[in-house]
């Protein structure tokens, strides 16, 4: 299917995105790498009457050390975080997730702001943020990752708002993402991640909620000097996801816990 008729309008910077953004109205919508927005456009889930292209806009494609964060541009891609030497010593989870999302194009075009904005609860980089308290730093101010999702497809951004950088803590402890999908580059099914922050085990659950989750009960579990097995069964505690014509509900909450002992067995290895 073709998407319905915009407008399209090319930004020269993110302020410049605001303003247009602030005049085309709210069915306006930004286009920095598409792989988010565009398969939704030729479905017709989203009809925007113009499209505001940020990939042009220079300055937003950087992994920096800042102290004791590591400051990652909107317009930085999967690739880029994904090759980040940077990432290797001080955030190596958040590399090695990267290079498992999609393929090497949408690696190539794939942007972290377009990802964490559109806050689809199957995207791993959402569940980073959330996993590693992110600040999600706007045109406009900053929220905390744990505020920043608020349900599927809903952030706080306003409608001439626009992402400009995402600040993680430093993790250097190695992690371990794992996800189960169906073919190579699918979306995952369920995925989870789990690494030690600050002596304490942290684990992140991919598409069983409306957004990003951590698996709280098993991370108490864990600190409560639970094994590995114990927590993991606990890693679906509380969960309700959403089936769909490949899982049903009870075989995501299954895969969440094997994954959960998978990965938390891994990391620790």
């Known amino acids: 299917m073709n998407p319905a008729a915009f407008d399209y309008h090319r930004a020269t910077s993110l302020e410049h ?14 286009l920095a790498g598409g792989h988010s927005l565009l398969p939704f456009m030729k479905l017709r889930f ?6 505001v292209d940020i990939g042009g806009v220079a300055g937003h494609d950087y992994v920096r050390l ?5 400051r990652i541009g909107a317009l930085t891609t999967h690739r880029s ?15 090695s997730a990267a290079s498992s999302i999609g393929d090497p194009q949408i690696r190539a075009r794939g942007t972290l702001g377009g990802s964490v904005a559109h806050a689809d609860p199957a995207g791993e980089l959402p569940m980073l943020c959330r996993l590693l308290d992110a600040t999600i730093v706007t045109t406009a101010g900053s ?11 809903t952030t706080p951004l306003a409608d001439d708002e626009l992402l400009s950088e995402v600040v993680f803590p430093v993790a250097p402890q190695r992690g371990e993402y794992l996800k189960f999908s169906h073919r190579l580059y699918d979306w995952a099914l369920v995925g989870v991640a789990a690494q030690r922050v600050g002596g304490d085990w942290r684990i992140g659950l991919v598409n069983v909620s409306d957004t990003p989750v951590r698996a709280l009960a098993a991370e108490a579990a864990l600190a409560g000097g639970a094994s590995l097995h114990e927590a993991a069964a606990l890693a679906a505690e509380g969960l309700r996801p959403a089936p769909s014509h490949r899982a049903s509900a009870d075989y995501k909450l299954h895969l969440t816990r094997v994954l959960t002992r998978r990965a938390l067995e891994q990391a620790s290895s």
């Open 17 to 30: 995105a605001a303003e247009l953004l602030g005049s085309l109205g709210d069915e306006a919508k930004v």
């Open 46 to 51: 989203a009809t925007p009457s113009a499209l």
């Open 66 to 70: 800042d102290g004791d964060v590591i």
């Open 81 to 95: 975080l994904s090759e980040s030497t940077m990432l290797a010593e001080h955030l190596p989870l958040l590399r």
């Open 143 to 153: 929220h905390s990752a744990a505020e920043f999702f608020q349900g599927r497809y």
